[in-house]
């Protein structure tokens, strides 16, 4: 099994920054897509952004240009910069990991919210 922990939410003012982590333990197999989606008040759960094992990333339209995703392999961590965050970010994100396998694990969320 694997267990995904998210840290790094909060309260940022618009046009803030924050850096969310996400880290991975158990059995994980090395080809695998780790991302992040997100779920705000009165919406459904949206992908924000993923990542290969490679580095491959996609990114919604929303964000891109100003969140970034990365990882470090070595220690199954990914990670979301986000910069010029606006109110409609606010949302719970999700850290989410999927391997060839088609197995799909998702952390228990993190809160970010964005507010004058």
């Known amino acids: 099994q694997v267990q995904l922990v998210e840290s790094g939410g909060g309260l940022v003012q618009p046009g803030g920054s924050l850096r969310l982590s996400c880290a991975a333990s158990?059995?994980?197999?090395?080809?695998?897509?780790m991302g992040w989606y997100r779920q705000g008040p009165g919406k459904q759960r949206d992908l924000v952004a993923v990542i290969t094992d490679i580095g491959s990333t996609n990114y919604a339209d929303s964000v891109k240009g100003r969140f970034a995703i990365s990882r470090d392999n070595a220690e199954n961590t990914v990670y979301l910069q986000m910069g010029s965050l606006k109110p409609d970010d606010t949302a719970v994100y999700y850290c989410?990991?999927?391997?060839?396998?088609?197995?799909?694990?998702w952390g228990q969320g993190t809160q970010v919210t964005v507010s004058s």
């Open positions: 158990g059995r994980i197999f090395s080809l695998n897509t």
């Open positions: 989410y990991i999927k391997d060839i396998w088609s197995r799909e694990y």
